[in-house]
């Protein structure tokens, strides 16, 4: 499984650092949707889904965390500590967000609007679907 993990331009000078995203430029996809997570209690773990269509970048703008992401055939574990770096999920890609810093705030960029149905909750559905999709000529 290929982890595509960005690295944004910083805008630093001596007054500090910027980081600015655009869509189709740092962001492959039109960003029609942002969301955001802190105050996340210890020991928690979030996520538990993937998605059909939706795609994300996820950005620990503070603090840090941790993202298993599971293809269906491979897990990666990565780390979120940098506010300049972006984790692209793809659609079709169990993800769990781990292991907060009391700190942490976990930003999404999403290539869609909040839609339910795009939803997969259920890990055997989530295999199934991968199944499906490996029996489909792209
Ligand atoms: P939830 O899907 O449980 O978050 P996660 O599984 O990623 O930890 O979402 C928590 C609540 O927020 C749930 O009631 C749905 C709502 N929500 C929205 O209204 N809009 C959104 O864009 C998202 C991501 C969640």
Request: aromatic fraction near 14%.
């Amino acid at each position: 499984m290929q982890v595509i993990k960005y690295a944004f331009q910083q805008h630093g000078d001596e007054r500090g650092q910027l980081v600015a995203l655009e869509e189709f430029k740092d962001i492959p996809f039109k960003i029609k949707r942002v969301y955001y997570m802190y105050d996340t209690a210890q020991g928690v773990t979030r996520g538990y889904h993937a998605h059909k269509s939706l795609q994300q970048i996820l950005i620990c703008i503070h603090g840090s965390c941790k993202i298993r992401l599971d293809n269906g055939k491979e897990k990666k574990i990565v780390t979120l500590e940098k506010p300049y770096e972006g984790l692209y999920v793809s659609n079709v890609m169990w993800r769990e967000m781990f292991d907060f810093s009391s700190d942490a705030v976990l930003m999404v960029l999403a290539s869609e609007l909040y839609d339910e149905s795009d939803y997969i909750r259920d890990y055997d559905e989530f295999l199934k679907f991968v199944n499906s999709k490996d029996g489909v000529k792209e």
